[in-house]
Protein backbone atom coordinates (compact mmCIF):
# COMPACT_ATOMS: atom_id res chain seq x y z
CA UNK A 1 0.00 0.00 0.00
CA UNK A 2 1.42 3.50 -0.98
CA UNK A 3 0.88 5.89 1.99
CA UNK A 4 2.08 8.96 2.22
CA UNK A 5 1.52 13.05 2.76
CA UNK A 6 0.86 15.23 -0.14
CA UNK A 7 1.40 18.70 -0.11
CA UNK A 8 -0.15 21.23 -2.77
CA UNK A 9 1.32 24.43 -3.09
CA UNK A 10 0.65 27.10 -5.88
CA UNK A 11 -0.04 30.62 -5.98
CA UNK A 12 -3.53 32.00 -5.58
CA UNK A 13 -5.91 31.19 -8.18
CA UNK A 14 -3.56 28.27 -9.37
CA UNK A 15 -6.21 26.05 -9.52
CA UNK A 16 -5.67 24.19 -5.80
CA UNK A 17 -9.10 24.27 -4.37
CA UNK A 18 -10.16 22.82 -7.75
CA UNK A 19 -7.64 20.19 -7.92
CA UNK A 20 -9.09 19.22 -4.01
CA UNK A 21 -12.32 18.51 -5.21
CA UNK A 22 -11.81 17.01 -8.31
CA UNK A 23 -9.55 14.70 -6.60
CA UNK A 24 -11.45 14.12 -3.19
CA UNK A 25 -15.30 14.05 -4.76
CA UNK A 26 -17.47 13.81 -2.11
CA UNK A 27 -15.12 12.83 0.42
CA UNK A 28 -14.36 16.71 0.63
CA UNK A 29 -17.00 17.23 2.52
CA UNK A 30 -16.16 14.79 5.29
CA UNK A 31 -13.14 17.46 6.09
CA UNK A 32 -14.62 19.55 9.21
CA UNK A 33 -13.28 22.95 8.97
CA UNK A 34 -11.65 22.60 12.61
CA UNK A 35 -8.88 20.85 10.71
CA UNK A 36 -6.56 23.00 10.47
CA UNK A 37 -3.09 22.96 11.60
CA UNK A 38 -0.90 25.90 11.47
CA UNK A 39 1.56 24.36 8.75
CA UNK A 40 -0.06 21.35 7.97
CA UNK A 41 -3.90 22.15 6.65
CA UNK A 42 -4.97 18.76 6.07
CA UNK A 43 -7.39 19.16 3.49
CA UNK A 44 -8.53 15.95 2.99
CA UNK A 45 -7.26 12.18 2.76
CA UNK A 46 -7.76 9.94 0.32
CA UNK A 47 -8.08 6.42 0.86
CA UNK A 48 -8.86 3.38 -1.67
CA UNK A 49 -7.53 0.44 -1.96
CA UNK A 50 -4.09 0.27 -2.48
CA UNK A 51 -3.51 4.31 -1.29
CA UNK A 52 -3.82 6.78 0.74
CA UNK A 53 -3.05 10.20 0.71
CA UNK A 54 -2.63 12.79 3.13
CA UNK A 55 -3.19 15.87 1.28
CA UNK A 56 -2.45 19.39 2.79
CA UNK A 57 -1.73 22.56 1.11
CA UNK A 58 0.55 25.04 2.22
CA UNK A 59 -0.08 28.50 3.70
CA UNK A 60 -0.07 31.06 1.26
CA UNK A 61 3.56 33.09 0.81
CA UNK A 62 4.10 32.84 -3.34
CA UNK A 63 3.57 36.42 -4.10
CA UNK A 64 6.11 37.92 -6.44
CA UNK A 65 6.66 40.45 -4.16
CA UNK A 66 7.96 38.05 -1.42
CA UNK A 67 9.59 36.10 -3.28
CA UNK A 68 13.19 37.09 -2.00
CA UNK A 69 12.09 37.06 1.40
CA UNK A 70 14.04 34.21 2.82
CA UNK A 71 12.40 33.62 5.66
CA UNK A 72 9.09 33.16 4.42
CA UNK A 73 10.36 30.97 1.87
CA UNK A 74 12.28 28.92 4.64
CA UNK A 75 8.40 28.53 6.09
CA UNK A 76 7.08 27.53 2.67
CA UNK A 77 10.06 24.97 2.21
CA UNK A 78 9.72 23.61 5.35
CA UNK A 79 6.25 22.66 5.19
CA UNK A 80 7.04 21.21 1.97
CA UNK A 81 9.24 19.05 3.16
CA UNK A 82 7.33 17.81 5.70
CA UNK A 83 5.39 15.80 2.80
CA UNK A 84 6.72 13.19 0.49
CA UNK A 85 5.81 14.49 -2.67
CA UNK A 86 5.24 18.24 -3.26
CA UNK A 87 2.77 18.97 -5.85
CA UNK A 88 3.39 22.53 -7.67
CA UNK A 89 0.67 23.68 -9.54
CA UNK A 90 1.10 26.31 -12.15
CA UNK A 91 -2.23 28.08 -14.21
CA UNK A 92 -0.71 27.61 -17.77
CA UNK A 93 -1.30 30.94 -18.26
CA UNK A 94 1.04 32.48 -15.35
CA UNK A 95 4.36 34.35 -15.77
CA UNK A 96 6.66 30.88 -16.09
CA UNK A 97 9.56 32.80 -15.25
CA UNK A 98 8.00 34.18 -12.21
CA UNK A 99 7.02 30.71 -11.04
CA UNK A 100 10.18 29.22 -11.74
CA UNK A 101 12.09 31.91 -9.62
CA UNK A 102 9.57 30.95 -6.64
CA UNK A 103 10.13 27.29 -7.43
CA UNK A 104 14.49 27.41 -7.44
CA UNK A 105 14.21 29.55 -4.86
CA UNK A 106 12.64 26.74 -2.59
CA UNK A 107 16.00 24.20 -3.11
CA UNK A 108 12.90 21.24 -2.27
CA UNK A 109 14.30 18.32 -1.32
CA UNK A 110 11.54 16.40 -2.00
CA UNK A 111 10.64 15.50 -5.16
CA UNK A 112 8.39 17.59 -6.76
CA UNK A 113 5.81 17.04 -9.73
CA UNK A 114 4.54 20.06 -11.51
CA UNK A 115 1.25 20.35 -12.19
CA UNK A 116 0.27 22.73 -15.10
CA UNK A 117 -3.22 23.73 -14.56
CA UNK A 118 -6.05 25.27 -17.02
CA UNK A 119 -5.32 23.78 -20.15
CA UNK A 120 -8.58 24.50 -21.37
CA UNK A 121 -7.28 27.62 -21.78
CA UNK A 122 -4.21 27.45 -24.08
CA UNK A 123 -3.88 25.97 -27.65
CA UNK A 124 -1.86 22.85 -27.65
CA UNK A 125 1.57 24.77 -28.52
CA UNK A 126 1.09 26.95 -25.46
CA UNK A 127 0.88 23.99 -23.54
CA UNK A 128 3.77 22.24 -25.37
CA UNK A 129 5.76 25.18 -24.74
CA UNK A 130 4.93 25.40 -20.79
CA UNK A 131 5.24 21.69 -20.58
CA UNK A 132 9.35 21.53 -22.01
CA UNK A 133 9.94 24.86 -20.04
CA UNK A 134 9.15 22.78 -16.65
CA UNK A 135 11.04 19.63 -17.88
CA UNK A 136 14.18 20.99 -17.45
CA UNK A 137 14.30 22.07 -14.23
CA UNK A 138 15.75 20.38 -11.67
CA UNK A 139 13.45 19.95 -8.69
CA UNK A 140 10.91 18.74 -11.57
CA UNK A 141 10.44 14.93 -11.14
CA UNK A 142 7.48 15.11 -13.70
CA UNK A 143 5.12 17.65 -15.44
CA UNK A 144 1.41 16.85 -15.65
CA UNK A 145 -1.04 18.82 -17.41
CA UNK A 146 -4.58 19.22 -16.67
CA UNK A 147 -7.65 21.05 -16.37
CA UNK A 148 -9.33 20.60 -12.60
CA UNK A 149 -12.18 22.31 -13.94
CA UNK A 150 -13.27 19.97 -16.82
CA UNK A 151 -12.64 16.61 -14.60
CA UNK A 152 -9.32 15.11 -14.12
CA UNK A 153 -8.51 11.41 -14.85
CA UNK A 154 -8.07 10.82 -11.11
CA UNK A 155 -6.13 7.32 -12.32
CA UNK A 156 -3.80 8.51 -14.58
CA UNK A 157 -3.19 11.91 -12.62
CA UNK A 158 -2.01 9.69 -9.65
CA UNK A 159 -0.03 7.22 -11.15
CA UNK A 160 3.04 9.56 -11.17
CA UNK A 161 2.19 10.98 -7.90
CA UNK A 162 2.05 7.23 -5.86
CA UNK A 163 5.18 6.19 -7.40
CA UNK A 164 7.30 9.10 -5.73
CA UNK A 165 5.26 7.23 -2.10
CA UNK A 166 6.48 4.60 0.43
CA UNK A 167 4.63 1.64 1.52
CA UNK A 168 3.52 2.10 3.90
CA UNK A 169 0.46 1.17 6.11
CA UNK A 170 -2.15 3.60 6.43
CA UNK A 171 -2.10 6.43 8.94
CA UNK A 172 -5.75 6.65 9.01
CA UNK A 173 -8.88 4.75 9.00
CA UNK A 174 -10.79 5.85 6.39
CA UNK A 175 -11.26 9.13 5.00
CA UNK A 176 -12.88 10.79 8.53
CA UNK A 177 -10.38 13.28 9.78
CA UNK A 178 -12.60 15.51 10.94
CA UNK A 179 -11.97 13.77 14.71
CA UNK A 180 -8.35 14.05 14.63
CA UNK A 181 -7.07 14.52 18.25
CA UNK A 182 -6.31 17.66 19.26
CA UNK A 183 -3.31 16.18 20.92
CA UNK A 184 -2.41 15.76 17.18
CA UNK A 185 -2.78 20.13 16.52
CA UNK A 186 -1.26 20.54 20.24
CA UNK A 187 2.29 18.99 18.85
CA UNK A 188 1.95 21.09 15.44
CA UNK A 189 1.54 24.64 17.44
CA UNK A 190 4.63 22.98 19.41
CA UNK A 191 6.58 22.22 16.15
CA UNK A 192 5.35 25.17 14.80
CA UNK A 193 7.30 27.69 17.37
CA UNK A 194 10.42 24.89 16.87
CA UNK A 195 10.29 25.88 13.64
CA UNK A 196 10.92 29.42 14.21
CA UNK A 197 12.71 29.45 17.34
CA UNK A 198 15.63 27.16 16.24
CA UNK A 199 17.85 26.85 12.88
CA UNK A 200 16.97 24.27 10.04
CA UNK A 201 18.80 21.42 11.42
CA UNK A 202 16.81 21.38 14.61
CA UNK A 203 13.46 21.32 13.25
CA UNK A 204 14.34 18.46 10.67
CA UNK A 205 15.05 16.45 13.33
CA UNK A 206 12.64 16.66 15.77
CA UNK A 207 9.09 15.10 16.58
CA UNK A 208 6.82 16.34 19.31
CA UNK A 209 4.94 13.67 21.40
CA UNK A 210 2.30 14.86 23.74
CA UNK A 211 2.30 12.58 26.82
CA UNK A 212 -0.56 14.19 29.18
CA UNK A 213 -3.53 16.01 28.10
CA UNK A 214 -5.78 16.52 30.99
CA UNK A 215 -8.57 19.08 31.28
CA UNK A 216 -8.72 20.39 35.19
CA UNK A 217 -11.53 23.02 35.99
CA UNK A 218 -9.62 25.97 35.80
CA UNK A 219 -6.85 24.51 32.79
CA UNK A 220 -5.16 22.01 30.76
CA UNK A 221 -2.44 20.37 31.84
CA UNK A 222 -0.34 19.16 28.42
CA UNK A 223 3.14 17.51 29.28
CA UNK A 224 4.99 17.23 25.92
CA UNK A 225 8.20 15.07 24.72
CA UNK A 226 10.16 16.78 22.14
CA UNK A 227 12.31 13.75 20.78
CA UNK A 228 15.92 14.87 19.00
CA UNK A 229 18.21 12.47 17.22
CA UNK A 230 20.94 13.71 18.99
CA UNK A 231 22.82 14.82 22.64
CA UNK A 232 24.21 17.89 20.60
CA UNK A 233 20.65 18.53 19.36
CA UNK A 234 19.18 18.46 22.66
CA UNK A 235 21.24 20.70 24.18
CA UNK A 236 20.49 23.35 21.57
CA UNK A 237 16.91 23.11 22.56
CA UNK A 238 17.77 23.21 25.99
CA UNK A 239 19.95 26.40 25.46
CA UNK A 240 22.35 27.59 28.08
CA UNK A 241 20.85 27.08 31.44
CA UNK A 242 17.50 26.25 29.96
CA UNK A 243 17.09 29.25 28.20
CA UNK A 244 15.73 28.34 24.83
CA UNK A 245 13.43 25.59 26.35
CA UNK A 246 11.79 28.02 28.60
CA UNK A 247 11.62 30.73 25.34
CA UNK A 248 10.06 27.68 23.49
CA UNK A 249 7.37 26.75 26.50
CA UNK A 250 6.39 30.18 26.77
CA UNK A 251 5.45 30.85 22.62
CA UNK A 252 4.03 27.43 22.17
CA UNK A 253 1.83 27.64 25.62
CA UNK A 254 0.40 31.38 24.09
CA UNK A 255 -0.54 29.45 20.53
CA UNK A 256 -2.10 26.24 21.81
CA UNK A 257 -4.18 28.62 24.48
CA UNK A 258 -5.21 30.25 21.62
CA UNK A 259 -5.90 27.25 19.44
CA UNK A 260 -8.23 25.86 22.57
CA UNK A 261 -9.52 29.09 23.92
CA UNK A 262 -8.28 27.73 27.31
CA UNK A 263 -5.05 28.50 29.65
CA UNK A 264 -2.99 25.71 29.61
CA UNK A 265 0.06 24.41 31.54
CA UNK A 266 2.81 23.07 29.33
CA UNK A 267 5.64 21.28 30.19
CA UNK A 268 8.38 19.70 27.50
CA UNK A 269 10.84 17.54 28.41
CA UNK A 270 13.56 16.92 25.32
CA UNK A 271 14.43 13.43 24.93
CA UNK A 272 17.31 11.67 22.92
CA UNK A 273 16.04 9.05 20.34
CA UNK A 274 18.18 8.31 17.55
CA UNK A 275 15.97 7.59 14.25
CA UNK A 276 12.80 8.03 13.62
CA UNK A 277 10.34 9.50 10.95
CA UNK A 278 8.05 11.98 12.35
CA UNK A 279 5.02 11.31 10.79
CA UNK A 280 4.81 7.71 11.02
CA UNK A 281 5.97 7.80 14.44
CA UNK A 282 4.11 10.88 15.69
CA UNK A 283 0.64 9.20 13.82
CA UNK A 284 0.72 5.57 14.98
CA UNK A 285 1.37 6.22 18.63
CA UNK A 286 -1.89 8.07 18.32
CA UNK A 287 -3.25 4.70 16.75
CA UNK A 288 -4.03 5.38 13.62
P1 LIG B 1 -6.71 28.35 -5.60
O1 LIG B 1 -6.66 29.76 -5.14
O2 LIG B 1 -5.36 27.88 -6.05
O3 LIG B 1 -7.36 27.43 -4.62
O4 LIG B 1 -7.61 28.36 -6.93
P2 LIG B 1 -9.12 27.88 -7.14
O5 LIG B 1 -9.20 26.42 -7.19
O6 LIG B 1 -9.97 28.59 -6.18
O7 LIG B 1 -9.36 28.41 -8.62
C1 LIG B 1 -9.26 29.78 -8.96
C2 LIG B 1 -10.12 30.08 -10.16
O8 LIG B 1 -9.63 29.37 -11.30
C3 LIG B 1 -11.56 29.63 -9.98
O9 LIG B 1 -12.39 30.58 -10.57
C4 LIG B 1 -11.63 28.31 -10.71
O10 LIG B 1 -12.91 28.01 -11.20
C5 LIG B 1 -10.66 28.55 -11.84
N1 LIG B 1 -10.06 27.30 -12.33
C6 LIG B 1 -9.49 26.32 -11.59
N2 LIG B 1 -9.07 25.32 -12.37
C7 LIG B 1 -9.40 25.66 -13.64
C8 LIG B 1 -9.23 25.02 -14.90
O11 LIG B 1 -8.72 23.91 -15.05
N3 LIG B 1 -9.69 25.70 -15.99
C9 LIG B 1 -10.27 26.92 -15.89
N4 LIG B 1 -10.68 27.50 -17.00
N5 LIG B 1 -10.44 27.53 -14.72
C10 LIG B 1 -10.02 26.94 -13.60
MG1 LIG C 1 -8.20 27.90 -2.77
Known amino acids: MKTGFVNIFGRPNAGKSTLLNALMGEKLAIVSKKVQTTRH ?31 MMQ ?9 DVALLIVDVNENLEECNTIFEALKLKVPAVVVINKIDK ?31 NKKKFLKPILELLP ?10 ISDLPTKFFVSELIREKIYELFEEEIPYHTAVMINEFKEK ?22 GEKGSMIKKLGTAARIGIEKFLERKV ?24
Do not use: C
Not at 123 to 146: A, G, L, N, R, W
Open 41 to 71: RIKGILTEKDYQLIISDTPGIIEPKYKLHEK
Open 75 to 83: AVKNALEDA
Open 122 to 152: ASPDKIKEVVSFFETKSYSKKVITISALSGI
Open 167 to 176: EAEPFFAGDD
Open 217 to 238: TSLIKISANIIVQRETQKGILL
Open 265 to 288: FLELFVKVKPKWRENELQLKEYGY
